[in-house]
């Protein structure tokens, strides 16, 4: 029998980080949350071994960000932590960024900065300018922000690939929220 232990394991790595700055009607940044790590749930690596394996598995990667209202239980017990088995959003009717209005690029990991060539660093950068998502609507009483997560396809089906909640984002009609998320592999 082999020893399992002594090969890689090169996927151990994968993970994801998103940055929130929320910036007033004048452009004045409110605040800035800094980097924090999200989470990549299980259809992420099927949607990976679907790309590797080819067809007949149809495979669409990124085409939007999905953010939503999560509960507003959470303002007082706290987001719950992001499982990795989480399949969608907890709100039922989340906002989708499409995937034209998100910037996509390869980041150099040594020094950060956006590079032509793929690296194992994809950097997603959506903008929720003012009145977007468009709520309240007939879903949602208020236009309060708790969790997100970018989506793909996995033969024609809808899949998340990752996932976080986090505290309550109070996002006004005059405000803008730049979301930047790194996915490493």
């Known amino acids: 029998m082999q020893n399992l232990d002594q090969y890689e394991h090169p996927t151990d790595g994968l993970y994801g980080q998103f940055r929130d700055v929320l910036y007033d009607a004048a452009g004045r940044c409110v605040w800035d949350r800094g980097w924090v790590r999200n989470t990549i749930v299980g259809d992420c690596r099927r949607l990976l071994a679907g790309f590797v394996r080819g067809a007949p598995t149809i495979t669409e990667g990124v085409f939007g960000l999905a953010v939503g209202a999560g509960l ?3 303002d007082t017990s706290g987001p719950p ?3 990795p088995n989480q399949a969608s959003l907890v ?7 499409p995937r034209a209005q998100l910037q996509l690029e390869f980041i150099n990991p040594t020094n950060g900065t956006i590079s032509a ?3 194992g660093t994809l950097q997603l950068k959506a903008t929720l300018g ?9 879903f949602h009483a208020t236009s309060t922000l708790r969790e997100f997560g ?3 396809r996995l033969n024609n089906v809808q899949v998340l690939i990752n996932y976080r909640t986090h505290p309550a984002i ?3 009609p005059a405000s803008t929220l730049e979301r930047t998320i790194w996915l490493v592999f």
């Open 72 to 74: 507003p239980a959470w």
């Open 81 to 83: 932590q992001p499982s």
């Open 91 to 97: 709100d039922a009717h989340p906002h989708l960024v």
């Open 117 to 119: 060539q793929p690296t």
């Open 130 to 138: 003012p009145g977007i998502p468009a709520w309240p609507d007939g």
């Open 150 to 152: 970018l989506v793909a």
């Open 170 to 172: 109070a996002k006004d």
